[in-house]
């Protein structure tokens, strides 16, 4: 993923869906949301809270609405992409130029301000026991140093790599991926910290 340090850097790398992108660019900048680019990609945010992100795909662009759960989706074009994962999230899905209506989403983003000024918003889930695969185990048992820097790690990152070994279906990749990562947690990045 391609980092991009300005919305705008990001609209003109776009070689699919650039016009449509930048229309609703130039919606939300009509808006009080500040643009800015966060896990690689532009977001607004409106009193340091994330609202509204852009974002081009294959098959479709559209809009991530980050409390879009608790929006009254009264036009019904917002979906859950991630079922039983994602809780607050929200994808507007679009498909051609035509589906883009500003008074629309101008009102969903009212909405999602007005959310924000309440205090309202759904936040993270209280964590489960982090259940480390014993290929990692075995693998920060041999390094006494890695080890340490695991343990040092907060859980959302040592979550990410526990979930990233044990999310291989062989147990040859579990342990390949339990090596590759070791320099990694020695150094105390996170394994998506790339994306950040």
Known sequence: MKGYKTVDDYVASREQWQVEISRLRDILR?????????????????????????????????LWFHQGA???DKNDVLINA?????????????????????SIIKAYIREAIQLVNDGKRIGPQKEKPIAVPPELKKALAGNPNVRKGFENLRPGLQREYADHV?????????????EEILPMIAAGKGLNDRYR
């Open 82 to 102: 991630q079922v039983g994962t994602t809780k607050a999230l929200r994808q507007w899905r679009m498909h051609a130029a035509t589906e883009i209506k500003p």
């Open 166 to 178: 044990a999310s291989a279906k062989r147990d040859d990749t579990k342990i390949k991926r339990s």
């Open 70 to 72: 608790l929006l009254e």
């Open 30 to 62: 009509a808006t009080e949301l500040t643009g800015e680019v966060k896990w690689g990609g532009p977001c607004y945010t409106y009193g340091g809270k994330n609202i509204v992100g852009i974002g081009g795909f294959k098959s479709y662009f559209g």
